[in-house]
DNA sequence: TCCGATTAATGGTACGATCATTTGATAAAC
DNA sequence: GTTTATCAAATGATCGTACCATTAATCGGA
């Protein structure tokens, strides 16, 4: 027999709450690639609920992507093996799932980066580059706080910087890409400014940046941009230096 | 009253004929933004389906995040303005719904694609880059056939060494990107070949591409890279010349 | 005129019934 | 014994009805 993972559900818009459920249940790795869940009459009776929310929360997943539904005997719902090609629809969907290794996003967002500063310089209003320096300022005057760093204001403007920046290109799909893999890779990226070491030389060289973007010198602009991924990728490379061997053994895993 | 701009609709799959006729009816464009659709019991008539059916197809619409769904007296099914912040679920909804000017994209793919490039030249295995140069060989062969050039084969073949292209980075966030661009680009790019003056010289660059990407040379492949671009944007510029007045006034409607 | 109660429209949920599809088992034919 | 045809059970798909909660318009009284 199944083992039964999940627990009763009551409240509002029980469908999205079991439809919430049941996608935790796959995306933690509860439930593997292949499997059958249940059928939607088990599931009614796991979850207590009416059958039609549950069908409506399995429409939901289905048009996510995360599961397959099969008639007739050995029927029911089958989680999906989440490929690239099904996942048009959705990066942030495979970044969830950590199909995406976290290098590869960084080295999307490094090319990404480097037209965009390069169109933000040229682009962007005089308005836009006064409010860019503004806020790099901004950051240096919260690193240097009597009290401290204040360091979840820093990465709230770092964050604001990073969607101004793509603002400026004037192009939509800057402006989307920047806030999808913000999504994702914003937890990474603040690694940065928890560690001394990098977050004043982040800091210092966001500063440079916007000012050569501001005074409408792409070039180096670019050359400064490219710098923050060096600081990126040496401050990740310190990170997994702390990690530990069964880590290791995970991550194998998981690539293969 | 309403129109009622849907017909009865029978079969299996019944909720997904359903959704997909919404959302067609959406996408076109016979209904705007903000306006308010219908409510299921009125849906459940127009379709001549069970309220289950409709409920079911209006989940995938909301998942998809193209419709809203308000309670109570004038509530209903709503369609929902879809913005870069919404939608950060789907980039090919944006597309389909030409939230976003060709430009944009175009820019966009020309950054991405540089680096692709370069990635592709460095990591791509020697089978990988052989295969791509015979790819481009066939284009040249199938420009050359005594019965004329074989368009619709080019294409096909263009596509193919765009994904090639992709996967020879071994970064998925390049091969997701790009099956996600050429979904909506494809129809634009292939204007070249549709063209005798621009086919011949963008496959002959295509081929010079290969060529450099194979000899591990990426900074020329890069620059060739470019070329491409320079090709479509002025095939672009040649189609929009030939576009009447008419076509102006829609565009700065839209744009406004 | 303004505020509160009433009412009607509508989504949310549950339950039950029937049909079509799929798989496995059973029986019949060779 | 093997193959084929038939049957049965599990399951998704659909429909219908009923009831509750929410929402906005309407109506009536202060």
Chains 1, 2 share one sequence.
Not at 7 to 15: I, R
Request: charged share 30%; proline share 3%; aromatic share 6%.
């Amino acid at each position: 027999m199944h083992l039964t993972p999940f627990k009763p559900v009551t409240g509002n818009n029980l469908s999205e709450k079991v439809a919430s459920r049941i996608e935790a249940a796959i995306l933690s790795g509860a439930i593997l690639p292949g499997n059958r869940l249940s059928s939607e009459r088990e599931l009614q009776n796991q979850f207590e609920v009416g059958r039609g929310a549950v069908r409506e929360a399995l429409k939901t997943l289905k048009q996510k992507g995360i599961i397959e539904i099969r008639k007739g005997v050995k029927g029911g719902v089958y989680v999906k093996k989440l490929e690239i090609d099904n996942a048009s629809e959705s990066l942030s969907l495979l970044l969830k799932q950590n199909k995406v290794p976290i290098a590869d996003l960084v080295e999307f967002r490094d090319a990404v980066d480097e037209t965009e500063v390069l169109l933000a310089s040229i682009r962007g209003d005089k308005e836009e580059k006064k409010q860019l320096v503004e806020m790099a300022m901004q950051l240096s005057e919260l690193n240097t706080l009597p009290a401290g760093p204040d360091i979840e204001q820093i990465k709230a403007i770092d964050r604001e910087m990073n969607l101004l920046l793509a603002k400026m290109t004037k192009n939509f799909v800057f402006v989307w890409m920047k806030n999808t893999i913000q999504l994702s890779i914003g937890s990474y990226d603040s690694l940065l400014y928890e560690s001394p070491k990098y977050r004043t030389q982040t800091i210092d060289n966001w500063i440079n940046t916007a000012r050569e973007i501001a005074a409408g010198e792409p070039l180096r602009a670019l050359s400064l941009c490219s710098y923050h991924y060096v600081l990126l990728q040496s401050c990740l490379r310190d990170k997994q230096l702390e990690e530990t061997g069964s880590k290791e053994v995970q991550e194998k895993k998981s690539h293969a």
